[in-house]
């Protein structure tokens, strides 16, 4: 396999190697016109600048990722998607996992200034921290959020949860249900503030009150979907319908309504959040609100490409829909 | 939170900032003394030096991950465990799933050589394709084989799917199975090989002879196990017993067994390869042999760093444990 070289990228751009060369260490001497030329014949030969080659102010060719947790397969599959698109344009991923801890948010984006880095896909454990905004202000490279909605200057890829919870809800209601237990993530965040929104619409428009008992809110994790599940379940009055409001959370719903002996969905209806070959191979299989994360994944590349590239102008907030996949987990009551 | 300086690493390793730079860009000025004193610094400190402060020959303080799939739970359990050791040592981990494609396999190695990566820990395709031996052999960097067992001079750490497999078939046949259906990779690779392997001993040693008709090895995706099981379902004698050799087959097997609408145990018993929550979360649990693949995420990433900063003289090859865990997906025939 011939490596691309320098040559070639000139070639295609029909520039010189040393305007190429400029372009590719990002010298101001170049024209915008002759920039972008040499950017997408990067892009289409899958060119690698070697690291010896780069100058001082030289591009890395390299984009960082921070995820909440790697191991959360709808996460990998966002990161696998993006892969392609950055694959296909010679640039490589730098991954990892915070686990919604502030600190190592600080630290990765202090890394990843000094490593260079072309770019940043990233969630955040808060949109309001006062330290955590001033660290991505101060970041030397374009960040698009995804699934966080901030008043700062950065593109979003966002998920319709709202209209995905309200949709779920009002189902539960229409079946009859009640006492619907919803378990999701902090309102300090896009995901957990737009699941809560969509409950009470769904709720208001159905002409019932909330009754703020059932709406569960503190973390994402696995191990609080367990305990909210398991404590409102060895309650006096138990909830009808357990709705996990966030991508990690079926496993703990599952393992709180199973420890109990309670079956699904005569005992209790459930529905999850994202589908997973957990969901789907349950007995019965779960019902879920589901959307294409790999979708999300290869928009957040292209967008964050787009914008290293000086495409796009201004901030850019895209919203991916939700769908109710109607299973076996919910009865009437 | 204040940076980490090469000030810091200086002092730490009571050396002058000058000899702390020069190991930083190695330079084959410095007395191994002084480098092992300055490397252990680093890590200790958590130092990322600025691309801006490195050589021309200066490290990357990045490592190259080549998994087959992130999506795989176990593969990105085993990949944020390798990220718990680089963060402690500084260093950021550049990640790509290749989908066993050898094309891309090369054409991540040559991507890896320019961008001056400092190690990497891959699987491959084939351990004895021409092409890949060589590409590998020609690296800049120490490479670490995970799952993969090479006559190159590469470390190895390799799960004993082998005792595993032995294990899982000697249950089954003292359960009255003969008709064992193993479903695993090909056997150019080493968890197809030893998988293959462990299923012959396990008859053997039961004084048993195979039927090879029930021993099928092509590839380790879901879609061949769900394949191979369906297929071996249809036909006139069907198996009594599936074992799944391979991380990501059980939802494949799962799936052709329910779309026939058999019951586990009781008209096939069934028994999957590493943990999940799919598996403990079924309808009955499965009982599966499993390992402890965050162990070998660390343990790789340790061996790979030591390499890299020369505390290993000889190859070393690690083989951890499984052990098989019984649950409710096997019965006596």
Avoid at 222 to 231: G, M, N, Q, V
Wanted: with cysteine.
């Amino acid at each position: 396999m011939a490596s691309v070289t320098i040559r070639d990228v000139a070639r295609m751009a029909g520039v010189s190697v040393g305007t190429a060369s400029r372009v590719i260490n990002n010298a101001s001497t170049v024209g915008p016109d002759n920039v972008l030329r040499v950017r997408e014949a990067i892009s289409k030969l899958g060119f690698v600048p070697d690291r010896n080659a780069q100058a001082m102010r030289g591009n890395s060719y390299e984009i960082g990722i921070i995820v909440r947790d790697i191991t959360i397969p709808v996460l990998a599959g966002f990161v696998k998607a993006a892969q392609t698109v950055f694959d296909a344009h010679g640039y490589a991923m730098l991954i990892n996992s915070v686990e919604n801890n502030r600190g190592r948010e600080l630290q990765m984006l202090d890394q990843f200034c000094r490593r260079r880095i072309d770019g940043l896909i990233m969630t955040t454990a808060s949109e309001d921290d006062a330290q955590l905004v001033r660290a991505r202000e101060k970041a030397t490279f374009p960040i698009l959020l995804s699934d966080r909605d901030l008043t700062e200057n950065c593109d979003c890829t966002l998920i319709d949860h709202e209209f995905g919870t309200y949709q779920a809800v009002s189902y539960l209601i229409g079946l009859g249900h009640r006492r619907i237990l919803l378990i999701t993530g902090s309102t300090d965040v896009y995901p957990g503030r737009s699941r809560v929104r969509g409950y009470h619409r769904a709720f208001k428009d159905a002409g019932l009150s909330v009754d703020p008992h059932w709406v569960r809110f503190s973390t994402f994790e696995s191990s609080t979907a367990f305990f909210e599940t398991s404590s409102s379940l060895d309650e006096a009055v138990r909830p009808t319908a357990v709705l996990a409001g966030g991508i990690d959370m079926l496993t703990g719903v599952l393992k709180a309504i199973r420890g109990r002996g309670l079956r699904i969905p005569e005992d209790i209806s459930v529905i999850g959040n994202s589908d997973s070959d957990l969901a789907l191979l349950s007995t019965p299989p779960i019902t879920v609100v589901k959307w294409d994360y790999e979708d999300v994944g290869r928009a957040s590349a292209q967008l964050i490409l787009d914008r290293i590239m000086g495409k796009v102008e201004e901030r850019r907030r895209i919203v991916f829909p939700t769908e109710l996949v109607i299973r076996g987990s919910c009865s009437a009551i």
